[in-house]
Structures are given as structure tokens and as C-alpha cells.
């Protein structure tokens, strides 16, 4: 449904994302894996159209989505890995401006948004305004506001960022129950447990550079690895992490 | 100890910062140049005023010493009330920035440093910034008026000093003393409502407190006027004019130079023999009520420094709890009228969401709200200078031009800053929530906006002066009269509110020589609206046919500026075109210094 071809991203002439290609299939949520700087949100904000790659294209349907950004965003749901919303807002009118942006039908939000903001438990704090939310309360209202206008294509960037260990649970359900509806999901993370038990796929992107693009049973097979953890350890770190931790302890006793 | 004095340091220097890095500034602006254009904006003025107004007055006008020392009364009172002013609006505009809020309690409250430590800080750095601000304010006239007012005579270099040292202290602690008064009203605010009382109203009595300083510093050339006359004939009325507290105070701080002058024994020339005389007894009899004030100045500014420190140090002896999500009521009743109102002005989703989005960020956001308080201020300066001399007629037909002018002068100084407040981006790293969202057409957007601008601006600023039209002309005449305003606003906003940009999200304005344009703008206002308000004298000396005409003439503009922006859109010059269909959010703002390029090769 969304393909990637060749996607390079240089600032300053260093390459930060280097000729990267994968796609999202309908039904299927795929992993993206990387550790710090290696490119991951660089790509998400190409998939999504923030920014332009410097060459390569992402194609929606067969078609670059340069071509028609805004029809291509009517399809698309985008969780950011910073949540800045704006603060003066309640929770309720920042979906309600959303909603509208998107051209939904008023009674639609009217029904929808309470019901959202309820089950994801911030029902009762929806007309609060925003800047006093905490981090977990605002990535809440970021979900809402991905799925509000039920996407065909949607990307998590670290999307269990402030969650709480129930709301984090519920996410990993519902990125399932999306998949099972026919959704194409991209779901970029940290945190190897949530990738291992949400994706069927993950892609592992190492200083730019795809590592790896298979099934999660695949890759623990080839590699001889039993948990993604191990497997990821492998492709992308170059030094013994239980060194390092030593290491930056000694640091840290240091006077 | 060492340590707790880095400490302290590193605090104030992080606390001075966030004075220029407040909200009002864009998180983009280089420091180095907002300080400059701060230094420039402070000091130009009083350089101006000095030089180029006052110099000639003094220099080649005021030969005689009595004559010069009751003239001067009136510019000494003006710069001790231009630095009160200015002072007073500084602490109102920097009002959420006075104390320690929950950002310090996030970046400073884990630190381990002493909460009282941080308090004193805080307090040092708005110190140093009010003294900064003060010395930039008022250091160049503290120099060049003390000598142009001596220019005539041979004063020893030991007066001269005394002068320009008692001119700087008396126009910077009048100037320490409104904004400690304010400081005073933020802190009892504080005390008496809590932080959730305050919380509730401090945006109100910003917007208040901006509004009403504007005004009178605006007016201030008008107030400043003939101060001797005033306050000969307002007895005791005087002695609550703070300004002329401070007023005692110099004049008590600098009276022995000035009888000194005096008894040099100069030559009087023949013509000013008379009113040198009457100077004379003016200012002698003025005397005995300066070192009265000059008492008052200075338990005034001792008592309210005192209590201003005393309650500012208690409200930020801990730092403020972070702000909590509460369960509020749903609000339904305000809900469901919000709800009536969208429904009946803009009944289609995208402009619904212009209009809005206008209206909290335009009440809730406090950059827009001082742009507009500001807007309001000027237009109420000019609504007062308009509406001099001016009493109630009671009837249409022999209203003013002038009057009738009122309206529209007042509706466009405030829509002008609504246009300004609304190129200011209400969040700019929000704003991928409109890159996300965006249907790629602006128009439907920005006629919510529009709506937004007429429902929230417009409409209670005309019905606020149809109340005054009302009793200066009568009910029937200040309705047909708020009808015409209302048609001559759709206009104006029709004109005004034109943006290349999407309103309040982008991060630049396109650039515009306003410095060059602003006096020919602010002169054809005055001309325009004088014309529509003798046309509409016109209109409404004679009947409803008239009243008709005018009524149509406007409407038809109003349809022929709708039309050409149509016919914009239909030609692809509109907001249709492929450039704008994709929302620009990452402009680069212009540069506020312009770069010569003199060392560039040619």
C-alpha cells in the first residue's frame, strides 16, 4: 500500500538515511527497529511528507505521494514521536479541530471524540486545556487524533512514550485489531518486547542502512537467536552492551 | 560557598535569558538581535524628544531663567510619566514572566538547589532587567536635558552634575515605582485569589493593564501640557497624580540651581521683563508644595518597593506545583450555544475549524492577546483626541463628521491588530497538526477566520459604541450608524484579513515596508473616515432615502472586493494555485536588522 524506493536523506552531505526501501502492506504491521540516530524518525517524516528525501520516492498506491499530498494524507494517520500540541486547547477542541481540518461530519465528532478520549481514560480531563496534561495524556490525544478519521495507512514514532503499563496494553490490542481491519501499520520503536509481540515484521535500521527486513520468526531462525533482543544485539551493536553498562558505572563512581 | 554563588549566578543569567526568550518572542530569535532593537526602541525616543523637540525650545526660545524653570516643569513631567508608563507596560507585558512558574519547576526543581535560592534569583535577574531597561529608558535625556535646560546661563560643572544625577534618579525611580506598583497588584492577585484564582483572571488583568497604560501613554503630549496652569488651578486634586510626586521630588532635589540661576542677576531682555516676572511668583508659589510631594515620592516608593518584595519573596518562597489534569464539567449549556453559533455562521467543516481555532487562540494565547490589547489601546487614544469637545447633540443631523468618523477610525486600528495578531503562529511546533491535516485549500480556512474576526472583534466593538452613539446622538441614529459600521468593518475586514499565508501557524509574514508606509496608512485613515463620516452626515440629515443610497453604495463594495477575490481564485492567483495548496510552515522569518552589504565587492 506504501512503498519506500530507495530513500536517501543527506543534511549537510551526511547521509542520515541511505537508500532505504520496504513496503506496508494492508493488514500487516511492520516493525521499525533502530537504535539512536540511526534514522528512523528521518524516514517517518519522508512516509508521512514533513519533509522531502533528497532522492528516492515514496509512492502511495502506486503513486508518489508528492503527486498529491493532501489525497495521500486523507489516507494516512501519524502518531509523532514529540508530542507538541497546542496548549491553550482542550483535548476535546484539539480533536475538534482536527476532525474539522479533515472535513468529518460535526455529528461524527460529536459522538466520536468523547468516545475516544473515554476509552483511552482521559474522558474526564478532555476539557482541560492541554499544557496541563502530562506526557502520557497528550500521546492519548495524538492517537485520537491519528485514528479519528479512520486511516488506511497509519505510523506509530514511539508511540507507548508515557504510557502507562494499562494504556500500553490497550495500544498493542488495538494496533492489532487495526491490522485485522485492513490497515498497513508502522510501528517505529524502542522497545523490542512491544515490536516482538505487536509485528508480524521489522525492518532494522543500522546508521541509515536497512540491516535487516523480514518476519520477526524468520530473523530468530537465520540468526539462531531466540528473542528479537538477541537478534537486534546482533545486527546493530558493535560492543558488548554488559561492557559498556560496567564501564559507564565505573564512570559514574568516578571523583 | 563558592559553589551556591556559581549556583546563583548560572540562575540569574538562565532567569535574564528568559526575560528576552519569553513567549512573545519567536523561539527562533537570535538574542543578540533582540537586544539590540530593544536598546534602540528605548533609547530613540527620549534622544528624539530631547534633541529635536526640546532642543530649539530651549536653545533659541527660552532665554530668561524663571521662564525656563516653569517651562521646563512641563517636559520634566513629561519624562517622569513617559518613564512610569513605560515601565508599568514593560512589567504588563512581561506579566506571566515576573514570577517562577511551573516551566522553572520543571527544569530547576530537581536540581539541588535551595528553593529560596532560586527565589532570590529570580528576584536579582528581574532586578538587573528592570535597572537595564530603566538606564536604556532614560540615560540619554538624563544628559542632554539637564544641559539644554542650562544652556543660556554660566552654571558651575558641580550643578550641572547635580542636575543630570537628579534627573536620572528621579525618572528611574519613578519609573522603579510603577512597575513595583504592578508587580505589587500581580503579587496581592496572587495572594488573595491563589494560584487557581490567578490563574483564572491574570490574562484579563494583563489585557486590562495593557489597554490602560497604551492609552495614557499615547495621550500622554496632551497630558503633559501646561502642567503649572493645571496644577494651580486642580488644587489638591494633584497630590494623587503620581507623576507629580516624583515631580516634587526633582524640582526639591534640583530648587537651589534654579534659585541660583536666578540670582545670577542676568540681563532680562525688554519684551520678557513682564512674564519673567509672572514666572517668578508662578514658580515661587509652587515651592512650598514640592518638597511636600517630594515627601510623598518618597514614602511612596520606600512603602510599596517594601511590600511589593515582601509579598513577591512569600509567593515564591517554593516553587508552583505543576499544573494538574482535572475532571471539569463538561459544560454543556456553553457547548450546546457554541454549538447554535457555528451552526448558523459557518456551517461546513474547514471554515468551522478557522473559526475556532481564531477565536481561543485570539482569547487564550498571550502574544495575541497583547497585540490586540495594544491595538485597542491606540485606538481608544485616538477615539478620545476624536471624540475632544465633542457633547451630546442628541440628534443625527447635527452630529460631527468628526463623531461619525469615531467608528471607523476605532474598527480599523483594532482589525489592524487583529491582522497583525493574526500572522503571529499560535504554536509553531504544533503545526504539523495543519500539515497533517490540510485539505490544500486555504480559502474555506480563512473565511472562518474571517467570521471568527466579525463575531468575536467586531461585533462587541460596535455594539460597545453604539451604547456611546446612542447617548450622543440618539437610539435611532446610533443604530442606523452602527449599520453603516457594520458594513464599512465587512469591508475592511475583507481587505485586511487577505493572507498569503495560512493565519496563525506560519512562522513568517511576508515582508512589508511598514516603517515607510505606517504615516501614509495612519493619514489616510483619518482622511478616509472623515470623508465616509461627512458622507454619512450626509446620509443622515435627510431621510431614509439617503441612508438607502449609502447603505447600497457599501454594499456594492463590499460585493465587488468579494468578487475580485473570486475572480482571483478562478484565475488560479487564489489559494487554489499548487504552491499554496501545500501549507509552507517553515519560512524563515526576515532578518529586523537589514544588512548593507558596504564591505560586499561591488
Given amino acids: 500500500m506504501l512503498e519506500a524506493h530507495h530513500l536517501v536523506k543527506r543534511f549537510y552531505g551526511t547521509a542520515v538515511v541511505d537508500d532505504v526501501s520496504f513496503a506496508l502492506r494492508a493488514g500487516e504491521i511492520t516493525g521499525y527497529l533502530g537504535p539512536n540516530g540511526s534514522g528512523k524518525t528521518t524516514t517517518v517524516r519522508m512516509l508521512t511528507g514533513l519533509i522531502d528525501p533528497t532522492s528516492g520516492s515514496v509512492t502511495f498506491r502506486g503513486t508518489p505521494i508528492g503527486d498529491n499530498l493532501v489525497e495521500f494524507r486523507r489516507h494516512l494517520g501519524y502518531v509523532p514521536e514529540e508530542p507538541h500540541l497546542y496548549p491553550f486547547l482542550s483535548g476535546r477542541e484539539y480533536l475538534e479541530l482536527v476532525g474539522r481540518l479533515r472535513e468529518l461530519p460535526e455529528r461524527l465528532l460529536r459522538d466520536k471524540i468523547p468516545a475516544m478520549l473515554g476509552s483511552l481514560g482521559i474522558g474526564d480531563a478532555a476539557e482541560q486545556s492541554i499544557s496541563a496534561y502530562s506526557k502520557g495524556m497528550k500521546q492519548k490525544v495524538l492517537i485520537c487524533a491519528a485514528l479519528l478519521h479512520d486511516p488506511d495507512v497509519v505510523i506509530f514514532d514511539e508511540p507507548e512514550s508515557g504510557l502507562d503499563v494499562a494504556t500500553a496494553l490497550v495500544l498493542r490490542h488495538l494496533v492489532r485489531a487495526l491490522a485485522a481491519r485492513g490497515k498497513a501499520i508502522l510501528y517505529s520503536s524502542h522497545i523490542l518486547e512491544s515490536v516482538e509481540k505487536v509485528c508480524e515484521k521489522v525492518i532494522v535500521l543500522h546508521r541509515g542502512r536497512v540491516a535487516a527486513d523480514a518476519s520477526v520468526q524468520h530473523l530468530r531462525t537465520v540468526m539462531a537467536r531466540g528473542s528479537l533482543e538477541e537478534v537486534f544485539s546482533e545486527l546493530v551493536l558493535n560492543e558488548d552492551p554488559e561492557r559498556t553498562a560496567a564501564d559507564l558505572a565505573a564512570l559514574v563512581s568516578a571523583r | ?602
Fill in chain 2, 1 to 602: 560557598m563558592a559553589a551556591s554563588r556559581t549556583a546563583l549566578r548560572l540562575l540569574r543569567r538562565h532567569f535574564l535569558r528568559r526575560f528576552l526568550d519569553n513567549d512573545l518572542i519567536s523561539p527562533n530569535a537570535d538574542r543578540h538581535e533582540v537586544l539590540v532593537l530593544l536598546t534602540a526602541a528605548l533609547a530613540v525616543p527620549g534622544l528624539f524628544i530631547t534633541v529635536v523637540l526640546l532642543g530649539s525650545k530651549y536653545v533659541i526660545g527660552i532665554p530668561t531663567p524663571a521662564l525656563t524653570s516653569v517651562a521646563a516643569l512641563d517636559d520634566k513631567f513629561l519624562y517622569i510619566t513617559a518613564s512610569m508608563l513605560v515601565m508599568a507596560l514593560m512589567a504588563a507585558v512581561q506579566w506571566d514572566a515576573l514570577g517562577l512558574d511551573e516551566r522553572d519547576t520543571a527544569i530547576l526543581g530537581t536540581l539541588p538547589v535551595d528553593t529560596r535560592a532560586i527565589g532570590r534569583a529570580k528576584l536579582t535577574a528581574l532586578v538587573m532587567f528592570v535597572a537595564a531597561f530603566a538606564v536604556m529608558l532614560n540615560g540619554v535625556p538624563s544628559v542632554l536635558f539637564p544641559l539644554l535646560t542650562v544652556s543660556h546661563f554660566h552654571v558651575n560643572i558641580v550643578a550641572v552634575v547635580r542636575m543630570i544625577v537628579v534627573h536620572a534618579a528621579v525618572t528611574m525611580g519613578a519609573g522603579a515605582y510603577a512597575f513595583l506598583t504592578i508587580l505589587l497588584l500581580r503579587e496581592l492577585l496572587r495572594v488573595l485569589l491563589g494560584p487557581r484564582g490567578f490563574g483564572r483572571v491574570a490574562a484579563l488583568v494583563q489585557a486590562v493593564l495593557v489597554i490602560a497604560l497604551g492609552t495614557t501613554l499615547l495621550l500622554l503630549p496632551a497630558l503633559a501640557s501646561n502642567v503649572p496652569a493645571k496644577w494651580l488651578r486642580g488644587g489638591d486634586v494633584w497630590h494623587t497624580v503620581p507623576p507629580a510626586w516624583f515631580l516634587g521630588l526633582y524640582e526639591a532635589g534640583t530648587g537651589q540651581v534654579t534659585l541660583t540661576i536666578r540670582g545670577l542677576g542676568l540681563r532680562i531682555p525688554a519684551g520678557l521683563v513682564v512674564p519673567e516676572r509672572q514666572a517668578v511668583l508662578l514658580y515661587d508659589s509652587l515651592l512650598p508644595r514640592f518638597s511636600e510631594l517630594a515627601r510623598v515620592a518618597t514614602i511612596m516608593l520606600c512603602a510599596t518597593a517594601c511590600a511589593a518584595l515582601v509579598l513577591y519573596m512569600w509567593n515564591n518562597r517554593r516553587l508552583p506545583l505543576p499544573r494538574v489534569a482535572q475532571a471539569r464539567p463538561s459544560g454543556q449549556a456553553r457547548k450546546r450555544v457554541a454549538r447554535l453559533i457555528a451552526g448558523a455562521l459557518v456551517p461546513s467543516p474547514v471554515p468551522r475549524a478557522g473559526f475556532f481555532f481564531t477565536v481561543q487562540t485570539l482569547t487564550r494565547s498571550a502574544p495575541h492577546r497583547i497585540s490586540i490589547a495594544g491595538a485597542c489601546a491606540v485606538a481608544i487614544a485616538a477615539a478620545i483626541l476624536l471624540m475632544h469637545g465633542i457633547r451630546a447633540i442628541g440628534s443625527a443631523a447635527a452630529a460631527p463628521a468628526r463623531l461619525l468618523a469615531l467608528q471607523t477610525v476605532v474598527t480599523v486600528i483594532v482589525l489592524a491588530g487583529v491582522r497583525q495578531a493574526l500572522a503571529i503562529p499560535a504554536e509553531l511546533r504544533a503545526n504539523w497538526t495543519f500539515s497533517m491535516a490540510w485539505n490544500g485549500d486555504m480559502d474555506p480556512f480563512v473565511a472562518g477566520v474571517k467570521r471568527a474576526v466579525i463575531a468575536a472583534v467586531v461585533l462587541p466593538l460596535l455594539a460597545a459604541m453604539a451604547s456611546l452613539h446612542a447617548y450622543m446622538l440618539g437610539a435611532r441614529a446610533a443604530v442606523e450608524h452602527a449599520a453603516v459600521g457594520a458594513l464599512i468593518s465587512l469591508i475592511v475586514v475583507e481587505w485586511l484579513v487577505r493572507p498569503d499565508k495560512l493565519p496563525l501557524t506560519c512562522s513568517a509574514r511576508p515582508p512589508g515596508n511598514l516603517k515607510a508606509l505606517g504615516p501614509i496608512y495612519v493619514m489616510l485613515l483619518f482622511v478616509v473616515a472623515y470623508n465616509v463620516g461627512r458622507l454619512e452626515q450626509w446620509a443622515l440629515r435627510d431621510g431614509m432615502v439617503r441612508l438607502a443610497m449609502l447603505v447600497g453604495g457599501l454594499i456594492l463594495t463590499y460585493a465587488g472586493s468579494r468578487l475580485s477575490h473570486l475572480r482571483r481564485r478562478l484565475s488560479g492567483a487564489g489559494s487554489r494555485s499548487p504552491l499554496l495548496a501545500r501549507v509552507e510552515l517553515d519560512d524563515l522569518p526576515d532578518t529586523p536588522t537589514q544588512r548593507l552589504g558596504l564591505s560586499e565587492p561591488v
